[in-house]
Nanobody
Framework: QVQLVESGGGLVQPGGSLRLSCAAS????????MGWYRQAPGKQRELVAT???????NYADSVKGRFTISRDNAKNTLYLQMNSLKPEDTAVYHC????????????WGQGTQVTISS
């Protein structure tokens, strides 16, 4: 079983920055495609950014140029650097790990709250 634990959320003013972290237990991190997703109140969960095992990244149009996803396989940790934050970035941010090891797997963390407000 893999556990994903997010941290780094909080209350920030518009224009500010936050860095989210996702610590993964187990030995599958380096072979997993990782991603950040978010869910705002009353809305469906949406993709924020993903990163492949080889480091290829993909971003939602709404965060391109402001957010950067990265991974440290030695530390089993995924990051999301968020700059120029906007009120519409307010959501619970979840970490995700996907891959195939004998069978497909798809793990989620509990999430960390990000609130952008003045």
């Amino acid at each position: 079983q893999v556990q994903l634990v997010e941290s780094g959320g909080g209350l920030v003013q518009p224009g500010g920055s936050l860095r989210l972290s996702c610590a993964a237990s187990g030995s599958i991190f380096s072979v997993s495609a990782m991603g950040w997703y978010r869910q705002a109140p009353g809305k469906q969960r949406e993709l924020v950014a993903t990163i492949t095992t080889g480091g290829l990244t993909n971003y939602a149009d709404s965060v391109k140029g402001r957010f950067t996803i990265s991974r440290d396989n030695a530390k089993n940790t995924l990051y999301l650097q968020m700059n120029s934050l906007k009120p519409e970035d307010t959501a619970v941010y979840h970490c995700n790990a996907k891959g195939i090891l004998f069978s497909k797997y798809d793990y989620w963390g509990q999430g960390t709250q990000v609130t952008i407000s003045s």
